[in-house]
């Protein structure tokens, strides 16, 4: 499932028919469940992409579940 409309009920009411295409930090961290720090390191690393709207950066949501897929699949 990549795209909005493959998932269930995704058309059924306003809150499933539109999704955002980039996220601020705090959206991210709060979307994965993770801590902001945790994906500002990753950022710091290039294990995570942001973009900058002039200061502020924000991850789009494809680059922030090809990043969650790419984590490891057993704990370390």
Known sequence: MTEWTDFPHANC????????????????????????ELLRAQIAHSYLVARYVNSKPVIEHDELVAWLRNLPTAPK
């Open 13 to 36: 009411c306003p809150c499933h028919t539109t999704r955002k295409i980039a996220y601020s930090i705090d959206e991210a961290a709060a979307r994965v469940g993770v801590s902001k």
